[in-house]
């Protein structure tokens, strides 16, 4: 186990709160993804995160390599500040030996799914909202279903945005699950295709065997796979982000940004203005901007694409 790599993919609470125990197992490397930055409402349930990452306004991917690598110096571990997109997901997961699924929302779980099916690689799905939490895993070199094979069978309330809020124990306890399953794998080999839930609220519990809803036609997982999610890009662009009230706009080709440059054209116009190496944040007519160092931009307090695409072309043209 010590010379395992494991990918995590958000850096939310699912993702703090696995990294936690797979970084004091001991794994080999863990490699930590995430797109978004530290926020004062993350707290309750983001365990990774202190009051002073709010603060200083840092991205989840970095507070999180700093904070695990505090915890168990023979860990080697990455946090990578970046939006997994149908173009950089292969190579962001490449070297890895499973990925642990922490995302927020369907499209990006899809799109991992394809990428693991594509790259064979053990995937640990895990999903929270509200005080219920559900887990699944799939090998994909072997007769069982993954995630788009059961689609039709996962339970609607995994289907839609995060609105309901939630809460740590229903986090903690999905993590523990999920890497229960992972540290099971690593030193036996084993996984079982059970779609597992848990309410930590009302005490229900389920644990169905899906070893049979393996779909011959899956387009993700069956031998004639197009694995639809990477070929198409569902990186779109820009995204209202669900539950958030909030859009992300990236620019085709996006690349690197200069962060200090970005800060003197507009500091006479905007006010609450924080700068640090990975993004730049500020007030700007009422709303909440985020300029990432990799050229994406938050626009909080709207849902609204064209009002986030005038409030980007008035600051950055
Ligand atoms: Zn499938």
New binding site residues.
């Given amino acids: 186990m010590g010379k395992s790599a494991v990918f995590i993919l958000g850096a939310g609470a699912l993702g703090s709160s696995g990294a936690e125990m797979l970084v004091r197992a001991g794994v080999g490397k863990v490699t930590i993804v995430d797109r978004d930055y530290v926020e004062w409402t993350n707290l309750h349930r983001q365990q990774l995160y202190t009051e002073q990452d709010v603060a200083d306004r840092l991205p989840k991917a970095v507070c999180a390599e700093r904070r695990l690598a505090a915890i168990n110096r023979d860990v080697r571990i990455s946090g990578i500040v970046a939006d997994v997109t149908a173009e950089n997901i292969q190579k962001l997961i490449a070297g890895h030996d499973v990925l642990l699924d922490a995302t927020d929302n369907m499209e990006t779980r899809l799109l991992a799914n394809d990428a693991a099916?594509k790259m064979g690689l053990p995937f640990f799905m895990g999903a929270c909202v509200g005080s219920y939490g559900l887990t699944f895993p799939f090998g994909v070199q072997t007769e069982q279903?993954?995630l788009?094979?059961l689609l039709d069978t996962l339970p609607a309330q995994t289907m839609t945005c995060d609105t309901a809020g939630i809460i740590s124990p229903a986090v903690v306890t999905t993590a523990a699950r999920q890497v229960a399953g992972v540290l099971k794998y690593l030193t036996t080999g084993e996984m079982e295709p059970k779609l597992e839930s848990a309410d930590v609220w009302t005490g229900e519990r389920s644990s169905i065997d899906v070893s049979g809803l393996?779909?011959r036609d899956?387009p993700?997982?069956?031998e004639h796979a197009s694995y639809p999610f990477l070929t198409t890009g569902t990186s779109v662009r820009p995204a209202v982000l669900c539950g958030r009230d909030t859009v992300q706009l990236i620019w085709p080709g996006s690349r690197r940004v200069e962060l200090p440059l970005f800060v003197q054209s507009v500091k006479k116009v905007v006010s609450n203005l924080v700068h640090n190496p990975y993004l730049v944040a500020c007030e700007y007519h009422g709303h909440r901007v985020v300029l990432f160092r990799d050229g994406r931009m938050l626009v909080h307090g709207t849902k609204s694409i064209p009002t986030a695409k005038k409030i980007a072309s008035e600051l950055i043209g």
């Fill in positions: 099916c279903p993954c788009h094979c393996k779909k899956c993700s997982c069956s």
